[in-house]
């Protein structure tokens, strides 16, 4: 927990606050639709909540959004869930994302850059003329709005035109890295049912070649829904017999149309985890991701068309679609295809590096990563152009914090670190990144503008310095419009709703401070709970992943039948490391010295992994169910993790307990 009496790691420069867009945005927001002048960001963020139709509308006015019919009022229905944002407003996403081709045509729209770490640029002329001929080869082949476009791609210029040019004709865009295997992929597209299927022949990670043509063999079979299937020969092999040729459909000099369609029309289908069942099929609106990500990019991030805005991810994870909106503020997207660590951990660096990147993002286990394996960034790369390294997936942990900022410092650079959190829900930050506020060690700056975060306690009461559950008591544009294949709107109901009706519930454990900053803990649902104290899995970690010899960690709390608690800390050692009582006793020590005795697991076991989701997050809940008796089938949705062999080694250790 923070003590509210420690300095700030970093304090934001005069010049940075003065030339700062959310600082400019607050000045002519207090002209112009009654935000408070003074106060800085709580009271901005204040007004943000309290006058909501003022605020989002002062936003759409700020980023000049172009709504071809207006609309009637800002917000129609302020209920939860079934906010009316907007309503009788038209718009088109994908022209907002392509309007820097009026003003910087020739300039580079994106940077891909494969493992060979030479950037390559598609410019925002080139880009746009691609989407147009994309977008008139939809509308031969049948694509009408409201129909979903599937891509099973890596992060690659391809699936940035494909996602723009479904958007420019109004149909729903959903996505799969190919990495998932055809199991986790139909269990996503199977609930949607496209119309269209683009896909590679395969893709290069890790310096080897991964050909998947016999799984795409496979989700054509299983696919009966597919008008057309479009190869895009990354490994360069002949389109299967049948298939449409990328080439061919993107060849002409075609300006775009695009469809005016309802500000809530659907814009993408995201997908939850889905370590437990089928995963959500998570619908957001045209008109609420254009808002929120020109908010959450260009006021928090303070993107704007000089910048270049690199975050390692994959087209599976909501944050390749939230990389993909950085068009919407004019910036330049890097798109990294390929292995975080290869050829070796500093990777990431070296991109940023060859890229000019001013926003790197990345996850917390790749800087933990670094910290561990003696990667020195701003000693061995040139990252002057750095502006803000920016972290999510889970909290940064306060090493992390003083690692960044201390590897930066060394070279005299001025590092902004953000660490944010969010959820793919709503494909952006409930709290995160304030270029105007200080950083705390182990905190994120503040709640988002908009975003009336808070944490209560079970009986719905306000905490502050306090954890309590994760809520947002307003309603937030990017909110699902609906589930996919929900009709009576209960799956989505069930998913927020159901502890605090009328407010979203997210399912973390945080702490608001008195300073305004937020800790997040760890999921609430794979909380600690011992003697009636709950406790958040973050912090074990952060204890334990300090010591050299542990790769990776992961805690579990079982209630028994007895009524008593079983809390397993099970370690992934390092190579080399040797788990004996020496090292068990020093990790109890470290966890008893720097958290307190009762975070104290009651055994320490060693495994040979800790398993996680596809998109990089460790699996709590499932090897809780595991550990309680549940058969693997019924613990996890098996296309949802990344090694199923690791979670039989969990199940095969609870049949030996028992």
Same mark, same amino acid.
């Given at each position: 927990?923070?003590?509210?009496?420690?300095?700030?790691?970093?304090?934001?420069?005069?010049?940075?606050?003065?030339?700062?867009?959310?600082?400019?945005?607050?000045?002519?927001?207090?002209?112009?639709?009654?935000?408070?002048?003074?106060?800085?960001?709580?009271?901005?963020?204040?007004?943000?909540? /309290?006058?909501?139709?003022?605020?989002?509308?002062?936003?759409?006015?700020?980023?000049?959004?172009?709504?071809?019919?207006?609309?009637?009022?800002?917000?129609?229905?302020?209920?939860?869930?079934?906010?009316?944002?907007?309503?009788?407003?038209?718009?088109?996403?994908?022209?907002?994302?392509?309007?820097?081709?009026?003003?910087?045509?020739?300039?580079?729209?994106?940077?891909?850059?494969?493992?060979?770490?030479?950037?390559?640029?598609?410019?925002?002329?080139?880009?746009?003329?691609?989407?147009?001929?994309?977008?008139?080869?939809?509308?031969?082949?049948?694509?009408?709005?409201?129909?979903?476009?599937?891509?099973?791609?890596?992060?690659?210029?391809?699936?940035?035109?494909?996602?723009?040019?479904?958007?420019?004709?109004?149909?729903?865009?959903?996505?799969?890295?190919?990495?998932?295997?055809?199991?986790?992929?139909?269990?996503?597209?199977?609930?949607?049912?496209?119309?269209?299927?683009?896909?590679?022949?395969?893709?290069?990670?890790?310096?080897?070649?991964?050909?998947?043509?016999?799984?795409?063999?496979?989700?054509?079979?299983?696919?009966?829904?597919?008008?057309? @299937?479009?190869?895009?020969?990354?490994?360069?092999?002949?389109?299967?017999?049948?298939?449409?040729?990328?080439?061919?459909?993107?060849?002409?000099?075609?300006?775009?149309?695009?469809?005016?369609?309802?500000?809530?029309?659907?814009?993408? @289908?995201?997908?939850?985890?889905?370590?437990?069942?089928?995963?959500?099929?998570?619908?957001?609106?045209?008109?609420?991701?254009?808002?929120?990500?020109?908010?959450?990019?260009?006021?928090?991030?303070?993107? *704007?068309?000089?910048?270049?805005?690199?975050?390692?991810?994959?087209?599976?994870?909501?944050?390749?679609?939230?990389?993909?909106?950085?068009?919407?503020?004019?910036?330049?997207?890097?798109?990294?295809?390929?292995?975080?660590?290869?050829?070796?951990?500093?990777?990431?660096?070296?991109?940023?590096?060859?890229?000019? !990147?001013?926003?790197?993002?990345?996850?917390?286990?790749?800087?933990?990563?670094?910290?561990?394996?003696?990667?020195?960034?701003?000693?061995?790369?040139?990252?002057?152009?750095?502006?803000?390294?920016?972290?999510? *997936?889970?909290?940064?942990?306060?090493?992390?914090?003083?690692?960044?900022?201390?590897?930066?410092? !060394?070279?005299?650079?001025?590092?902004?670190?953000?660490?944010?959190?969010?959820?793919?829900?709503?494909?952006?930050?409930?709290?995160?990144? @304030?270029?105007?506020?200080?950083?705390?060690?182990?905190?994120?700056?503040?709640?988002?503008?908009?975003?009336?975060?808070?944490?209560?306690?079970?009986?719905?009461?306000?905490?502050?310095?306090?954890?309590?559950?994760?809520?947002?008591?307003?309603?937030?544009?990017?909110?699902?419009?609906?589930?996919?294949?929900?009709?009576?709107?209960?799956?989505?109901? /069930?998913?927020?709703?159901?502890?605090?009706?009328?407010?979203?519930?997210?399912?973390?454990?945080?702490?608001?401070?008195?300073?305004?900053?937020?800790?997040?803990?760890?999921?609430?649902?794979?909380?600690?709970?011992?003697?009636?104290?709950?406790?958040?899995?973050?912090?074990?970690?952060?204890?334990?992943?300090?010591?050299?010899?542990?790769?990776?960690?992961?805690?579990?709390?079982?209630?028994?039948?007895?009524?008593?608690?079983?809390?397993?800390?099970?370690?992934?050692?390092?190579?080399?490391?040797?788990?004996?009582?020496?090292?068990?006793?020093?990790?109890?020590?470290?966890?008893?010295?720097?958290?307190?005795?009762?975070?104290?697991?009651?055994?320490?076991?060693?495994?040979?992994?800790?398993?996680?989701?596809?998109?990089?997050?460790?699996?709590?809940?499932?090897?809780?169910?595991?550990?309680?008796?549940?058969?693997?089938?019924?613990?996890?949705?098996?296309?949802?993790?990344?090694?199923?062999?690791?979670?039989?080694?969990?199940?095969?250790?609870?049949?030996?307990?028992?």
């Amino acid at each position: 927990m923070s003590s509210a009496n420690h300095s700030p790691l970093w304090q934001p420069a005069p010049e940075r606050i003065a030339q700062a867009q959310i600082t400019r945005f607050q000045t002519w927001a207090a002209e112009h639709h009654g935000a408070p002048a003074e106060g800085g960001y709580a009271a901005l963020h204040r007004w943000s909540v /309290d006058e909501l139709d003022a605020f989002w509308k002062a936003v759409t006015e700020w980023f000049d959004v172009r709504f071809p019919t207006p609309y009637a009022r800002v917000l129609g229905d302020r209920s939860m869930p079934g906010a009316k944002w907007f309503p009788g407003a038209t718009l088109n996403y994908a022209e907002h994302a392509l309007r820097a081709t009026e003003t910087r045509p020739d300039a580079p729209a994106l940077l891909y850059v494969d493992e060979t770490h030479e950037p390559r640029p598609v410019s925002w002329s080139e880009l746009r003329r691609q989407v147009g001929s994309l977008a008139a080869e939809l509308r031969t082949l049948g694509v009408r709005p409201g129909d979903r476009v599937s891509g099973y791609l890596p992060n690659v210029p391809q699936a940035v035109v494909a996602l723009l040019a479904t958007a420019a004709v109004g149909g729903v865009w959903t996505s799969c890295a190919p990495d998932f295997g055809a199991r986790s992929v139909l269990d996503r597209f199977q609930q949607v049912e496209p119309v269209v299927l683009f896909t590679v022949d395969g893709y290069r990670y890790g310096g080897k070649e991964h050909d998947r043509r016999d799984t795409v063999a496979e989700l054509r079979r299983e696919l009966p829904t597919l008008r057309a @299937v479009v190869h895009i020969p990354l490994l360069g092999t002949e389109a299967p017999e049948g298939a449409l040729e990328w080439s061919a459909l993107t060849s002409a000099d075609t300006e775009p149309v695009f469809e005016e369609v309802p500000f809530d029309h659907p814009l993408w @289908v995201l997908y939850s985890s889905g370590t437990t069942g089928l995963p959500k099929a998570i619908v957001q609106s045209q008109g609420g991701i254009l808002v929120e990500h020109l908010k959450q990019l260009g006021l928090h991030c303070d993107l *704007g068309p000089e910048d270049r805005f690199f975050w390692y991810t994959s087209t599976g994870w909501m944050m390749w679609n939230f990389l993909v909106s950085g068009l919407l503020t004019g910036t330049t997207i890097v798109l990294y295809d390929g292995s975080p660590g290869h050829p070796d951990t500093g990777a990431q660096w070296r991109i940023a590096e060859r890229t000019g !990147a001013t926003l790197f993002g990345t996850s917390a286990a790749y800087v933990m990563a670094c910290r561990k394996a003696g990667v020195h960034p701003s000693r061995d790369f040139d990252l002057s152009r750095v502006q803000c390294v920016a972290t999510t *997936g889970s909290p940064l942990p306060p090493d992390g914090f003083r690692w960044l900022h201390d590897e930066f410092a !060394a070279s005299g650079a001025d590092l902004w670190i953000a660490s944010v959190s969010g959820g793919t829900d709503v494909c952006s930050c409930f709290a995160g990144a @304030v270029p105007t506020l200080p950083v705390y060690i182990g905190e994120l700056q503040a709640p988002c503008l908009g975003t009336d975060l808070q944490s209560w306690d079970p009986s719905g009461k306000p905490l502050t310095d306090e954890v309590g559950e994760l809520v947002v008591t307003n309603p937030m544009p990017s909110m699902p419009i609906h589930f996919w294949n929900d009709p009576d709107g209960s799956r989505y109901h /069930d998913s927020y709703f159901d502890m605090y009706p009328g407010v979203w519930r997210h399912g973390d454990w945080i702490t608001v401070t008195s300073r305004g900053s937020v800790v997040i803990h760890g999921r609430s649902d794979s909380t600690l709970n011992r003697q009636g104290v709950r406790m958040g899995s973050a912090d074990i970690y952060e204890a334990v992943e300090r010591l050299p010899e542990i790769r990776e960690s992961l805690v579990i709390g079982i209630e028994q039948p007895d009524g008593g608690y079983w809390m397993p800390l099970f370690v992934h050692l390092a190579p080399g490391a040797v788990l004996d009582d020496a090292l068990r006793a020093r990790i109890k020590q470290t966890i008893r010295e720097q958290l307190s005795p009762r975070h104290v697991p009651d055994e320490v076991i060693e495994v040979p992994g800790v398993p996680h989701t596809l998109t990089g997050k460790r699996i709590e809940v499932p090897v809780k169910r595991l550990l309680q008796g549940a058969p693997l089938e019924k613990a996890v949705n098996l296309g949802s993790v990344d090694s199923v062999e690791l979670l039989r080694f969990y199940e095969n250790l609870a049949r030996e307990r028992a």
